[in-house]
Antibody
Framework: EVQLVESGGDLVQSGGSLRLSCAASGLTFSARGMIWVRQAPGKGLEWVSYISPSGRTIYYEDSVKGRFTISRDNSKKSLFLQMNSLRAEDTAKYYC???????????????WGQGTLVTVSS | QSVLTQPPSASGTPGQRVTISCSGS????????VSWYQQLPGTAPTLLIY???QRPSGVPDRISGSKSGTSASLAISGLQSEDEADYYCAAWDDSLKGVLFGGGTKLTVL
């Protein structure tokens, strides 16, 4: 059974930084693309970033480009999201999820963690 | 920023069939497959449908998906109280080079 456990969420001041982690088990992590998705309180899902199995292909949602960095350590089965210059509008629960599908435009997200809460105070 | 448009709410009585629509454009739904996710209150999303109409193992066959042109639909027949949840569509957008989620539809079982 696939398990994804996020950590690193916290209360931080506007302009601050946080590093989120996602520990994976029960899967061949190095063979799976991964994404981060966030959900502001009472709002819908918003995709944040994608990283390919090797880490060589990365995409970001426009509002986080230049501020967030996605990375992975396949030897430790871990996914990361370095979040800098945080803003109040980044306040959300952040989920990591595994990617399935044959290419970047043919993908779906088949396993999700329980999320970690990031609160940015202004 | 949802470029995939879903109705904010839907409802039905037990046993009924309900459909939820997801409207996009040629750069997303029109050219790429759609997936659907269910989010029960207070929990993480789970995959319901992938590649427009495929069900992962464990998803009952009373749940189905379809796509036509730049729109997709999720249908739930034999509605049950445990289907009360938020439902989201998603697709890759070739222009934005990113994943789009619909704004979500809250399904109420009356």
């Amino acid at each position: 059974e696939v398990q994804l456990v996020e950590s690193g969420g916290d209360l931080v001041q506007s302009g601050g930084s946080l590093r989120l982690s996602c520990a994976a088990s029960g899967l061949t992590f190095s063979a799976r693309g991964m994404i981060w998705v966030r959900q502001a309180p009472g709002k819908g899902l918003e995709w944040v970033s994608y990283i390919s199995p090797s880490g060589r292909t990365i995409y970001y949602e426009d509002s986080v480009k230049g501020r967030f960095t996605i990375s992975r350590d396949n030897s430790k089965k871990s996914l990361f999201l370095q979040m800098n210059s945080l803003r109040a509008e980044d306040t959300a629960k952040y989920y990591c999820a595994t990617v399935d599908g044959s290419s970047v435009n043919i993908m779906w997200f088949d396993s999700w963690g329980q999320g970690t809460l990031v609160t940015v105070s202004s | 920023q949802s470029v995939l448009t879903q109705p904010p709410s839907a409802s039905g009585t037990p046993g009924q069939r309900v459909t939820i629509s997801c409207s996009g454009s040629t750069s997303n739904i029109g050219g790429n497959p759609v997936s659907w996710y269910q989010q029960l209150p207070g929990t993480a999303p789970t995959l319901l449908i992938y590649s427009n109409s495929q069900r992962p193992s464990g998803v009952p066959d009373r749940i189905s998906g379809s796509k036509s042109g730049t729109s997709a639909s999720l249908a739930i027949s034999g509605l049950q109280s445990e289907d009360e949840a938020d439902y989201y569509c998603a697709a890759w957008d070739d222009s934005l080079k990113g994943v789009l989620f619909g704004g979500g539809t809250k399904l109420t079982v009356l």
